[in-house]
């Protein structure tokens, strides 16, 4: 099965910066990746997919790009709204369907 | 718009079978998958198993093979997971998931709540 590693694990930031949380994927998966949101309480809320394409009703100050082994997910400017976990979903070799392990974004 | 109703909490013994079940509205459920995915006490997500009602197709995780069985109704437009020889690590938030066809999951169950004790 194809691995997914995110990174950081652990992200702290503060309302109006940007960030980028990293997905590599243990073999080349061309763009079939999906970013996911997720609250506490919640299910997950698919944010994006073919590693770039906004699902819509998404703000658009997330944003994904990345192709073959490498991905990322940007948030442009955070809102307090945006403090969630985070996962990549890879799309390529599938079933099995496989998530990376999660990045929780705090607030500083 | 998609909208999937699953069934409330359970709890079971060790050893049990437990069944969830996810009722789909809107969108024509024969001509997409319903995937199961479950996540344990803090922890991340976890494929279970998918089924594409318009022709029966199942795809299970290995994990998970033999002890879980996917079905759907088409007539009421539900989908069902069972899962067996429960142990206490099977304890998750069970969650249906519509899956668009390209593998994204873009419509999700309010979740399931399945614990395990004895």
């Known amino acids: 099965d194809i691995q997914l590693t995110q990174s950081p694990s652990f992200l702290s930031a503060s309302v109006g910066d940007r960030v980028t949380i990293t997905c590599r994927a243990s073999?080349?998966?061309?763009?079939?990746l999906a970013w996911y949101q997720q609250k506490p309480g919640k299910a997950p809320n698919l944010l994006i997919y073919a590693a770039s394409t906004l699902q819509s009703g998404v703000p658009s100050r997330f944003s994904g790009s990345g192709s073959g082994t490498e991905f990322t997910l940007t948030i442009s400017s955070l809102q307090p709204e945006d403090f969630a976990t985070y996962y990549c979903q890879q799309l390529n070799s599938y079933p099995p369907i496989t998530f990376g392990q999660g990045t929780r974004l705090d607030i500083k | 718009q998609v909208q999937l109703v699953q069934s409330g909490a359970e709890v079971k013994k060790p050893g049990s079978s437990v069944k969830v079940s996810c009722k789909a509205s809107?969108?024509?459920?024969?001509?997409?998958?319903i995937s199961w995915v479950r996540q344990a006490p803090a922890q991340g997500l976890e494929w279970v198993g998918r089924i594409t009602p318009i022709s029966n197709i199942v795809n299970y995780a290995q994990k998970f093979q033999g002890r879980v069985t996917v079905t759907a109704d088409k007539s009421t437009t539900t989908a069902y997971m069972e899962l067996s020889s429960l142990r206490p690590e099977d304890t998750a938030i069970y969650y249906c998931?519509?899956?668009?066809?390209?593998?994204?999951?873009?419509?999700w169950g309010q979740g399931t709540l399945v614990t395990i004790s004895s």
């Open positions: 809107g969108g024509t459920f024969s001509t997409y998958s």
């Open positions: 073999q080349g998966i061309s763009s079939f």
């Open positions: 998931a519509r899956d668009h066809g390209s593998g994204q999951l873009d419509f």
